[in-house]
């Protein structure tokens, strides 16, 4: 079954009955600033799409990886990943397993879970601590910051859960979905590159220590959900496994060229950081000025307030034309960050709201 996401803002203002355009659309966690669309040469158009080293190379130096490939937006890794790893865990063992096991986080993006789910694997779900023990080439997903709950994991905890994945020829993988707005460090990316060194350095550990994946997504921090690109960061191995795999053409030229210019652009990136982290804070004032007492956690991308009539008040906003998302537990809304005069609607929405 389809999963429902933010967005699909047609389905509400049906549901609503106010025209589209009215809304203000906080649903997705997708900056309301977007990277400024370039020219595009007419070749771009008419040729077929080539990952250039270029583009390679841009990507690297962003997310100061030694290896990555780009993708359809990471939600098309997320779908490959089950099959690639019953192929590996296949090769390892010299025989396909019957029992395969993925441990998940309870709350988060829930096509990880639905694609080990799809592929017969035995789901285990952790909350606040990562597992610390798991089965034989198993697989163990990190969603780092979470989306909804914006906690994250140290470095620390993740190495910690690498060894232990190590330990088990299992693959980690840590979606760093929302990990832009963050410093570097926040990422696990700088220390796959111990573990390739230790690849090439001891042969036997090839197969084992490099199982780390890590997804990145273009379409949030650079406002550019519809382009569907992302990356994925990850051992050289990996990283030749998933291109063999994923096809020659999932990425339209267009994607690729604009992707290029925005990992490039260093100037726009420090500009859109300040501004989300000015839009988040001044949100934050706001939401806290409504929702009083309430928990609410923030990072520059969304802000989630846990409220005991979520439901409710999500339907009142929405009776306001303010779209937020209400998570699948129900019990928090999340509210993507509001452009100056998005804030300013959510504002007189809120006073509204909560004056019922
Ligand atoms: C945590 C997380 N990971 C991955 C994705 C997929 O993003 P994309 O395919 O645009 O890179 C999303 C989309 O909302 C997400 O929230």
Redesign the pocket.
């Known amino acids: 079954m389809a999963i429902l996401?933010?967005g699909q803002l047609s389905r509400v203002a049906k549901q609503y009955q106010i025209p589209e355009k009215e809304w203000v659309d906080l649903s997705?966690?997708i900056a309301p600033f977007s990277y400024p669309i370039p020219n595009i040469p007419a070749h771009i158009w008419q040729d077929l799409p080539t990952i250039s080293q270029g583009l390679v190379n841009a990507a690297k130096a962003y997310y100061q990886a030694q290896y990555c490939w780009p993708?359809?937006?990471?939600?098309?890794l997320?779908e490959k990943l089950p099959e690639l790893w019953n192929y590996k865990v296949a090769e390892l063992n010299k025989t396909p397993l019957k029992d395969m096991h993925a441990y998940l986080p309870k709350v988060?993006?829930k096509?990880?879970q639905q694609a080990w789910s799809k592929a017969g694997y035995q789901l285990h779900f952790y909350q606040q601590s990562l597992p610390s023990e798991i089965q034989k080439n198993s697989v163990v997903v990190v969603?780092n910051p979470?989306?909804p709950l914006t906690d994250a994991f140290t470095i620390d905890q993740l190495k910690k859960c690498q060894e232990l994945c190590t330990q088990q020829q299992a693959l980690l993988i840590i979606?760093e979905?929302?990990a832009d707005v963050f410093e570097p460090e926040f990422s696990f990316i700088s220390h796959l590159a111990d573990l390739n060194d230790i690849t090439y350095q001891e042969h036997r550990l090839d197969q084992i220590r490099a199982n780390v994946i890590v997804?990145?997504?273009?379409?949030?921090f650079f406002g550019l959900?519809g382009l569907?690109?992302?990356f994925v960061c990850s051992s050289q191995a990996w990283c030749e496994t998933i291109q063999e795999n994923i096809g020659p053409w999932s990425i339209n030229g267009p994607a690729l060229f604009i992707t290029e210019q925005a990992l490039k652009d260093k100037t726009w990136q420090v500009t859109q950081k300040m501004r989300l982290q000015q839009q988040s804070k001044a949100m934050r004032t706001i939401l806290k000025t409504h929702f009083v007492g309430a928990r609410i956690e923030a990072n520059a991308l969304f802000i989630t307030v846990f409220l005991n009539q979520a439901a409710d008040v999500y339907h009142q906003l929405c009776k306001q034309g303010i779209y937020v998302r209400l998570t699948d537990e129900n019990d928090s809304l999340r509210f993507g960050i509001a452009n100056e005069t998005q804030l300013k609607k959510l504002k007189l929405a809120l006073i509204k709201v909560m004056s019922y």
Do not use: M, P, W
Not at 215 to 220: A, F, I, M, P, T
């Open positions: 996401h933010g997705t966690g993708l359809a937006g990471s939600q098309q997320i988060g993006y096509e990880h969603i979470n989306n979606d979905a929302f997804l990145r997504s273009v379409g949030k959900a569907r690109i992302g």
